[in-house]
């Protein structure tokens, strides 16, 4: 069954650091890839994308994302986060048709 | 820049009442989303339109039904509201057509809905 999985509720980090948010997806073929990002109260924003080509793709605000077809992975990284960044991320996936499935998000916290 | 916008941000109905949620984008997309938000099982798929008076059942759309008159805009109906309809709800619009960021959702700002 086509499945998206983001492992992480929960992330705390210190600001300064480096970030790492992953999703794995279930699918016989390469899906189309997205990372969104909602701040509190917000709508979704989208901050990067992947189709074909490069599996390294970069986005908005910082972020990069790697496209792993051998682990089914797509995960989000940022070296050193901002205050700025506490959100909640969601990862979301298009298999082939009009929709996207979204994984359960992550929430991140960034500590002074 | 692609704008969708919603209708209300925070709407509070008493059980039974019917509620309208609309919600309009103005970048000609063919595709429109109805989405509910909830804490710990991230957004699930009410309804979905590909097209004027089309649409097609998501995930959850038990006790909602949706109507697409214009292009533009498409509503969210919630028939006869109850406790456990309270949630946020999320619309989005994307284009089907090729080289037009194929399939790239975007987001209005939601509506928190309370029904109690």
């Known amino acids: 069954a086509q499945s998206v999985t983001q492992p992480d509720i929960h992330i705390t980090v210190s600001e300064g650091a480096s970030l790492e948010l992953r999703c794995n997806y279930s699918?016989?073929?390469?899906?189309?890839l997205f990372w969104y990002v909602q701040s509190p109260g917000q709508g979704l924003q989208l901050l990067l994308k992947?189709?074909?080509?490069?599996?390294l793709v970069q986005g908005i605000k910082g972020f990069e994302a790697e496209f792993k077809r051998s682990q089914s992975s797509f995960n989000l990284r940022k070296p050193s986060v901002h205050w700025s960044d506490a959100a909640e991320y969601f990862c979301?996936?298009?298999?082939?048709?009009?929709?996207?499935?979204f994984g359960t998000g992550t929430r991140l916290t960034i500590i002074p | 820049d692609v704008k969708v916008t919603q209708s209300s941000r925070y709407l509070v109905k008493r059980t039974g009442e019917k509620v309208f949620l609309e919600c309009v984008q103005d970048?000609?997309?063919?595709?429109m989303f109805w989405y509910r938000q909830d804490p710990g099982l991230g957004l699930r798929l009410i309804y979905f339109?590909?097209?004027?008076?089309?649409?097609e059942k998501g995930d959850i759309p038990e006790g909602y039904s949706v109507s697409r008159e214009k292009k533009e805009r498409f509503s969210l109906i919630l028939e006869s509201a109850s406790t456990n309809q309270t949630s946020m709800y999320l619309c989005?619009?994307?284009?089907?057509?090729?080289?037009?960021?194929?399939?790239?959702?975007?987001f209005g700002p939601g509506t928190r809905l309370t029904v109690t």
């Open positions: 970048m000609d997309h063919e595709n």
């Open positions: 992947y189709f074909s080509g490069d599996t």
């Open positions: 989005a619009s994307s284009s089907s057509r090729q080289g037009v960021a194929l399939y790239e959702q975007y």
């Open positions: 339109s590909y097209d004027v008076k089309m649409k």
């Open positions: 979301a996936v298009n298999f082939g048709n009009e929709k996207l499935t």
């Open positions: 699918y016989g073929a390469t899906p189309y």
